[in-house]
């Protein structure tokens, strides 16, 4: 833990823990449960944190995931026995854990910028480097060759900057790529709406990793306990950084045990 008051922050926030008090884990996925690779589809989560996070449930931590990846695809990475709740796509789709599923209506003129980009993406023959995702459109360029990277960035900050700018719209970068996407909902949206649903005396967390989670750091600010977690750190609106997967097992063994739960190894 990396702040000058991380541990006195931790120790107030534990210490509210009481029989019955609930509680609010929500986390982003990628960079905080599980590290960057080349292929997203094999960014499977650190060694543990599912059976954590199945135990933290079990308890009676209402967990929520909160992710810029489709809700769906986030529920198959993590491979949990519990149903979980998911805000995907960064908050443009919501996943209850009783299965019911909606996506928030796009702005017209949003839905036709992204179907600009994406006809620029296949004039620049880039397809196999974009992801179209309910509210945006995404390139990545992590594990491309030099030549094809260069192309993707050039229009990344060209064309879909100028498209940003001309449709009100919000261009994310993110470890290995870019995101042409809707300002709202975002990630920030996700994390009031679920404090609007939880008690006044819930105990909330909010953990993640880049420039996206800020916007949920602000929105949890002064309601409940703000964990920037990367290798790295960076300035963030975040009160405590945590570096993964060490201090993350820590983290969430130390809140299992203040909520009532029994810690699970997270030994290979």
Not at 34 to 63: C, K, N, W
Not at 169 to 193: C, I, Q, S, W, Y
Request: some cysteine; aromatic content about 8%; charged content about 20%.
């Amino acid at each position: 833990m990396r702040s000058l008051y991380a541990e006195s922050l931790l120790e107030e926030f534990f210490a509210r823990f009481r029989t019955g008090t609930p509680s609010v884990l929500m986390l982003d996925y990628d960079g905080t449960l599980a590290p960057f690779q080349t292929h997203p589809d094999d960014a499977g989560p650190y060694h543990g944190v599912p059976e954590m996070l199945e135990s933290l449930i079990e308890a009676g931590t209402r967990v929520v995931l909160v992710s810029g990846r489709r809700a769906r695809e986030v529920r198959t990475l993590l491979g949990l026995r519990h149903a979980v709740e998911i805000w995907g796509s960064h908050g443009v789709e919501r996943l209850q854990t009783n299965g019911k599923y909606w996506v928030v209506p796009l702005p017209h003129v949003a839905q036709q910028c992204i179907r600009v980009a994406l006809e620029q993406v296949k004039s620049m023959g880039l397809q196999a480097a974009a992801e179209q995702k309910p509210g945006s459109v995404a390139l990545h360029w992590r594990g491309l060759d030099a030549s094809t990277a260069a192309q993707a960035r050039h229009l990344a900050f060209g064309e879909w900057k100028t498209i940003a700018i001309q449709c009100g719209m919000t261009l994310l970068l993110f470890d290995g790529g870019v995101e042409l996407r809707v300002t709202h909902p975002n990630k920030g949206d996700a994390v009031l709406a679920v404090c609007r649903e939880s008690d006044p005396e819930t105990l909330l967390a909010y953990l993640g990793d880049d420039v996206s989670d800020e916007d949920a750091f602000r929105a949890l600010r002064g309601r409940g306990l703000t964990v920037l977690v990367r290798q790295e750190y960076c300035l963030s609106q975040a009160e405590i950084w945590l570096k993964p997967p060490q201090e993350l097992h820590q983290f969430l063994r130390t809140w299992l045990t203040a909520s009532g739960g029994v810690p699970c190894s997270t030994s290979h």
